[in-house]
């Protein structure tokens, strides 16, 4: 479970440009929810991951995860229970280094480096088996660098990257913002599947609201940096698109956007 107790984030305090973004903010998500985060650009919603990934600290308040305050702990070592995957999709991966460099790479966070080979040659029809069931033919391609891969293709390469050891959360960070809409379909079809197989507790931050109602428990629509809708279960399969898309617009009007 993943809660945020009474938390406050100020960005720039004391300068003409001081936002309170967050002020006395509470959120729990119970173990394996998927939940969908929307909001107009500023409303907090990448700087509600950081904040729970430890990139930038809180202010007030605490966070908890399994049980444990981590409030203060270090971004490193939180993510050794944490798999995100960012917007652009070169983030998630190494460029420079072979797909299966990457894999095996993947394949050992969290355990100690030593002198051994990088790569276990005993793990590669492993990585074969997970590779072929993204249907992306990248299977073949293990020796090729991974920079010469088309954006999707390392999208889903960086999801199955994130999931491969075990982890608690899984944190999508706009993932398919980058994409063009099909292969952002293709992409979203491999992070439900993932998320089903594996029963992670899900963070996903989108600006698309229809993948927001499609996918996920709860949707959580973010305005600087209160919660103005929280729905889950049946209300949240009872919703429209128009009804999220009227409030986001009623919302927009209000600030003058």
Known sequence: ???????????????????????????????????????????????????????????????????REIT??????????IGR????????TCGTMTLLENMAMADNKNRPYNITPGVNRRRISYYKELLSSLGLGLEDKLNIP?????GGQRQ??????????????????????????????????LTGRLVREKGLTTLMVTHNLRYALEYGDRILMLHEGRAVLDKCGEEKRALKLEDVLGLFNQISVECGN
């Open 1 to 67: 479970m993943l809660e945020l107790r009474d938390v406050s984030k100020v960005y720039s305090p004391g300068t003409v440009n001081e936002n309170c973004l967050f002020r006395h903010f509470s959120l729990t998500i119970p173990d394996g929810q998927f939940v969908s985060v929307v909001g107009s650009n500023g409303s907090g919603k990448t700087s509600l991951l950081n904040l729970v990934c430890g990139s930038i600290p809180v202010d007030e308040g605490s966070i908890f995860m399994g049980g």
């Open 72 to 81: 203060r702990t270090s971004e490193h070592r939180r993510y050794r229970n």
């Open 85 to 92: 995957v960012y917007q652009n999709p070169a983030m998630g």
């Open 146 to 150: 991974v920079g010469s891969l088309s």
């Open 156 to 189: 889903a390469l960086a999801l199955l990257m994130s999931t491969l050891t075990p982890i608690e959360f899984l944190i999508l960070d706009e993932h398919t913002a980058a994409l063009d809409p099909k292969t952002a379909e293709v992409i979203m079809q």
